[in-house]
């Protein structure tokens, strides 16, 4: 399997490749794709690509605990939001088994594998962003508010993540250019906070979210453009 992984040198960016892989750096091989230095305006990142094969892989690039290792899903909350997922997945017609992703103290993450799983997903994400609202709705009416859950599959997730640093990079710097502003299309929360976190520290660079609902627009601008 071929993964992709970006970080701010080559060595953050395998670090993150040898723990969201679960595997030691000397059992894939990695290819650097692209290298973009540090400037006054723009920061610097190293993306790799990383060929993982072998038995000891994983079937996701998914990010696990020791505690996930280690511990079969045999909690009582664990067991029934995964019986509530498969459910919904199984009403909606399509087949799917659900595990666990990883543990935190106020996190749960799950994870469906189906050979329908682009469907699952759906176009930018939002079938999954509706089955994991779903979810948490569900999780509530357990007794656990406190616990957020995050639904993922085929990695989908952190892919995503990894596109959006690249799409705020590369408006950034149209924006730059053309001393103006561009307004991306509508995303989730969170979608919408990591373009926020990604453009925070560039100087001439400023974001804010428009619109009403849910699913708001980030407008990326040129500080002192009007």
Known sequence: MIYEFEGRTEKEAIDK????????????????????????????????????????????????????????????????MISFVEGIIERMGYGGNVSVLYREESKL????ESEYSSILIGKKGKNLDALQLLSN????????????????????????????????????????????????EPMNPFDRRLIHTTLNDISDIDTKSEGEGLYKQVRVYYRGYK
């Open 137 to 184: 709705i569900y999780a509530g009416r357990q007794g656990r508010e406190d616990m957020r859950i995050i639904l993922d599959s085929e990695n989908y997730r952190l892919r995503r993540e990894e596109s959006l640093v690249r799409l705020a990079y590369t408006v950034a710097d149209k924006v730059r250019e053309n001393r103006t502003s561009i307004l991306l």
């Open 17 to 80: 490749a040898a723990d969201v892989l679960g595997m030691e750096k000397d059992q894939f091989d990695v290819e650097i794709l692209e290298t973009q230095r540090s400037s006054l305006f723009k920061k610097g990142y190293v993306k790799i690509q990383v060929h993982a094969d072998g038995p000891e892989r994983p079937k996701t690039a998914v990010k696990s605990s020791p505690q996930e290792k280690q511990v079969p899903n045999t909690n009582g909350f664990e067991g029934a």
């Open 109 to 112: 993450g799950l994870k469906i």
